[in-house]
Each structure stands twice: as structure tokens, then as C-alpha cells.
């Protein structure tokens, strides 16, 4: 599977999340329910979340970094690769990330050395809903 790409795109391992997120990936999945459909998707590898500008993107690199993630590698004190996350925008990751391939058409990401295969969208998620949520809150 792959996960479609829009504007600015944070993609984080899943294995990562498992094994460092605190609580893993059930643990996520229920933290970030909100985001599930809306900025975020996923398929069997990747975990993606998406921004508009450098501010939102940095904040979303942070948030990884702060429950555990190790976001990037520097050498000389300045970045150089991605690590757990990546982060990429129209034209391909911003630092070197070799676990990341891109669909033909530049659409979609998944883990590199599996199959590409169907494309993960926002639309295969339900979007969390609010309205209930306020009304029972």
C-alpha cells in the first residue's frame, strides 16, 4: 500500500510508533482520532500527516520528537537525514530518507521494499465527528 501525498507531508514508520510512541500504535490511534481522515492516513507502513507552511510542519516534527521519535540525524550540527519521520514536499523529502519510495506518478509514498499497491486517501477513514462529540462533552 502507499499513502497519498498533498502540499507538505510529515510521513512517520509505523514500526516506530509502535516501539516508541508511549502506549504504540493503539495508544496513537486513540490520541489522534481527530486527525484520522482529516490531516492524517495511513496504510500498513507509513503513518502520514499533512501541513500547509514551514510554522505547521515544524510544530508536527516536534510533536514526533517530544513522544520519542527520533526525527533526524546531524553531522557538523545541521541535519542531514530523516529518521524515524520524513518529511517531504512537492518535489521529494527536504534531508536524505532512503525507507521512503514514491509512486510513478508522485502521488503517493510507501515503505521502500514493499509494494506500492492500492493508495491509502483521506476518504478511507471516517472523519472524526465533532457534532456528537460536543453534544455529548
Not at 540525524?73 to 524515524?84: F, M, Q
Request: proline content about 4%.
Amino acid at each position: 500500500m502507499a499513502v497519498a501525498l498533498e502540499f507538505i507531508n510529515v510521513l512517520v514508520r509505523i514500526d516506530a510508533i509502535r516501539t516508541k510512541y508511549p502506549g504504540g500504535w493503539e495508544r496513537f490511534l486513540k490520541d489522534c482520532e481527530t486527525r484520522i481522515g482529516s490531516i492524517g492516513w495511513y496504510d500498513d507502513h507509513l503513518y502520514r500527516e499533512g501541513a500547509m507552511s514551514p510554522s505547521d510542519t515544524e510544530y508536527l516534527v516536534g510533536q514526533w520528537q517530544f513522544n520519542g521519535l527520533q526525527t533526524h540525524r546531524e553531522e557538523d550540527g545541521k541535519p542531514v537525514e530523516w529518521l524515524d519521520i520524513c518529511v517531504t514536499e512537492m518535489f521529494g523529502p527536504t534531508l536524505a530518507c532512503d525507507w521512503v519510495s514514491f509512486t510513478d506518478v508522485g502521488h503517493g509514498a510507501y515503505l521502500t521494499g514493499t509494494e506500492p499497491g492500492r493508495l491509502m486517501t483521506r476518504k478511507d477513514f471516517p472523519v472524526f465527528d465533532w457534532a456528537n462529540w460536543y453534544k455529548n462533552n
